[in-house]
């Protein structure tokens, strides 16, 4: 009885449902076409009216040239964490780092997010393209996205805090898992390789004050972008390295890009044609980078060129006429002094955000001081000879020991003699199968010793010659 009034009613239902098809294909095929329009324009108005939630869509690849989307990359890393605790499909793929898994939703997947006591819904799709074009781009005819649905009363919050929240997210989970490069510039073009330096403030081996204030001053400069916004300062802050060769320059640099997890850009300045390939070459650099040049007083004829200058306007104006023709055919790079300080804090400093610029020198006395003044290089470090601290942390590195009883004796040697971190390391780096710490200690007292002894001739035949 019950299965017989089941089946009428279905019966029923169907051929209401046939009958609405038939209508509605007669109105699609006769109806005037404005009058179509205004139906589906006062249908949509009555389902806006009806239906609580608002949809937005982010499309993986936008714009005319087919261009991933930041944004749909962004979204992707944001919910890849729950989409690892919600999802019952899951796609998986390596990072560029090839040491952390990515997964991401599967095609038709929804998972919920909670942003301050509010629901929404973040679903993934995927819809066919009908073009016939040709495309370089992998399964471009495969227009992937992501759906957000929520509440039209959390519409202020959704579209402001909530977005502004997963890009960053996104962004920073990006960064995380990228595959960060050293970059080295060919011209004003540049070229890369992986970043793989091993260097870290661990390892580095100088006063451990200084590496404290070193490390403290990096992490607040990686997340002070709002303070540099308020102030109206470009996000950037400036580093000159100096002493000593052999004191530790390049290993620092190396340290503070694995700190930060920054790419590097080692700039060669004498490979430059002039300002504007300079600049070129600032535009192209990525935010969360260090631009790095090594031994500025060697780089370019920048070095105290104002006095240098006056010098030349003192002199026989025919004698320097001559030798300006024969510094100019001898010169391939014409980036000036003023076309280095307006790509360090011009208005051409601001592209991009959140950067280093290092310099490290052997010489500081040579710098002009208009480049190495504050507000260009914010944090001036001396880099210097091998102390007792450092050592200990050396002979930690290489010989896996923190006390010995000949370190006494290299402690009063190092208050005497100036030896260079590099020169210490290499008395402490096995040479030999012997794992004896004090075959390697003895020959770093040798070497002491031994300079020493150097150092106190030399003082009796400068006091002779006096």
Known sequence: MYAKKNTEMFAQIGS??????????????????????????????????????????????????????????????????????????????????????????????????????????????????????????????????????????????????????????GKAIQVKNRQRKLYTNSGSHWSHVVFEHPSTFE?????????????????????????????????????????????????????????????LYDLELTAVKDNTALRKLLIEISSKSIIVIEDIDCSLDLTGQRRKKKEEEEKDPRQTQGENVEEKDGKNSQVTLSGLLNFIDGLWSACGGERLIVFTTNYVEKLDPALVRKGRMDKHIELSYCGFEAFKLLAKNYLNIESHYLFGTICELLKEIKITPADVAEHLMPKTSSKDAQVYLKSLIQALELAKEEAKVKSEEDAKIV
């Open 203 to 263: 390892t580095l081996a100088m006063d451990l004050e200084k590496k404290e204030m070193i490390i403290d001053d990096l992490i607040t400069f990686s997340k002070a972008g709002e303070f540099y916004a308020r102030i109206g300062r470009a996000w950037k802050r400036g580093y000159l390295l100096y002493g000593p060769p052999g004191t530790g320059k390049s290993t620092m640099i190396g340290a503070m890009a694995n700190l930060l997890s920054y790419d």
């Open 16 to 169: 209401i449902i046939a009958s609405l098809m038939f209508i509605w294909a007669i109105f699609q095929q006769y109806f005037p076409y404005q009058l179509r329009n205004l139906i589906d324009k006062y249908s949509q108005r009555l389902v806006t009216f009806i239906y609580p939630y608002i949809q937005i869509t982010f499309h993986e690849f936008t714009g005319e040239r087919l261009m991933r989307s930041e944004a749909y990359s962004s979204i992707e890393n944001y919910l890849s964490s729950k989409a690892s605790t919600q999802a019952k499909r899951l796609k998986g793929d390596i990072a560029k780092n090839n040491q952390s898994l990515i997964l991401s939703m599967d095609d038709k997947e929804e998972i919920c997010d909670e942003f301050n006591g509010m629901k929404l819904w973040w679903a993934s799709g995927k819809k066919a393209s009908n073009s016939n074009s040709i495309s370089l781009h992998q399964n471009i005819d495969e227009k992937r996205y992501y759906k957000l649905t929520f509440h039209k009363h959390n519409r202020d919050v959704i579209l402001g805090k909530y977005l502004s929240h997963v890009l960053k997210e």
